[in-house]
């Protein structure tokens, strides 16, 4: 939906961006809500949802600067803050991440090999 909303906001079909806006916005609530009120929570919910809502924030700031809407060094800070914050969550992610446990797969791949002989 992201695409089509950047596109009709090139073509200056505005009503129609604002509506799947609308729509967008609205489905990421309702699956939000489900996805708490249910229990159904996943991590790669949890990693896929902000991710979709920086796109549509990116796809919006582009597309209206490219409509002549948002003025260019607006659009370049808007982008470069979303894209600073990408950044540096991922940093904070790789720092705060345990080492991987090599040592028992080793033991299982020796283990196997000797089930094998």
Known sequence: MTPAIGYFIVHEEFL???????????TDFLDGYIARHYGMKTAIGS??????DKLLMATLTISLCGANILPVPLALIIVGRDVALILWSAIVRYQTLSPPVRIALKKINTVQSLKIV
């Open 16 to 26: 129609f961006a604002l509506q799947l806006l609308f729509v967008a916005g609205f």
């Open 47 to 52: 990693a896929l949802d902000p991710a979709a």
